[in-house]
T-cell receptor, first 109, second 114 residues
Framework: EDQVTQSPEALRLQEGESSSLNCSYT??????LFWYRQDPGKGPEFLFT?????EEKEKERLKATLTKKESFLHITAPKPEDSATYLC??????????WGAGTKLIIKP | DSGVTQTPKHLITATGQRVTLRCSPR?????VYWYQQSLDQGLQFLIQ???????AKGNILERFSAQQFPDLHSELNLSSLELGDSALYFC?????????????FGSGTQLSVL
């Protein structure tokens, strides 16, 4: 069964303290891996799409990487405004997106 | 602002009732997706419409139905509501019909079934 697992469930960091969020997946025939950010009371907002192992994408303090089994979202020197829930989704061979449960990131000033 | 509009923002109703959620996609987007998000199950794909026709179906219950109109807005109808249907319902849109495109989400409709 296709599955997406995100870890940790929650992460508290001090402002400026870099870290990584993990998204591991088991799907037959990966058709893209997606990262979204969701703020409380709002819909998810698109961040990145990765399609093949070794691919990397960057946006401001965020960098997403992809291997054959997992993706990492690296956050460098985070600020309080980076606090949000980060969702990972994987496109599978049934042409559907499978979503992870998300990692709630809290950045303390 | 994603450009996707959902109404109403909040809906409170009783078990057994029927409700309609409405979504207007971003200008120019042909696909509309409906998702359900609850605390215990995360984001669950319900259904996708592309240019007025059903394109893909996810974990949508038989009590739920959707349609996309010629002006591309979409409605999600939920009937015979149960307590477990309480959740946040999101609409998303994308430019084309491919399932793995960048999605733009609305702010959601919070449904409370009492």
């Amino acid at each position: 069964e296709d599955q997406v697992t995100q870890s940790p469930e929650a992460l508290r960091l001090q402002e400026g303290e870099s870290s990584s969020l993990n998204c591991s997946y088991t799907v037959s025939g990966l058709r893209g891996l997606f990262w979204y950010r969701q703020d409380p009371g709002k819909g998810p907002e698109f961040l990145f799409t990765l399609y093949s192992a070794g691919e990397e994408k960057e946006k401001e303090r965020l960098k997403a990487t992809l291997t054959k089994k997992e993706s990492f979202l690296h956050i460098t020197a985070p600020k309080p405004e980076d606090s949000a829930t980060y969702l990972c989704a994987v496109g599978d061979s049934n042409y559907q997106l499978i979503w992870g449960a998300g990692t709630k990131l809290i950045i303390k000033p | 602002d994603s450009g996707v509009t959902q109404t109403p923002k909040h809906l409170i109703t009783a078990t057994g009732q029927r409700v309609t959620l409405r979504c207007s996609p971003r200008s120019g987007d042909l696909s509309v997706y409906w998702y359900q998000q609850s605390l215990d199950q995360g984001l669950q794909f319900l259904i996708q419409y592309y240019n007025g026709e059903e394109r893909a179906k996810g974990n949508i219950l038989e009590r739920f139905s959707a349609q996309q109109f010629p002006d591309l807005h979409s409605e999600l109808n939920l009937s015979s509501l149960e307590l477990g249907d309480s959740a946040l319902y999101f609409c998303a849109s994308s430019a084309g019909g491919s399932f793995n495109e960048k999605l733009f989400f609305g702010s959601g409709t919070q449904l409370s079934v009492l």
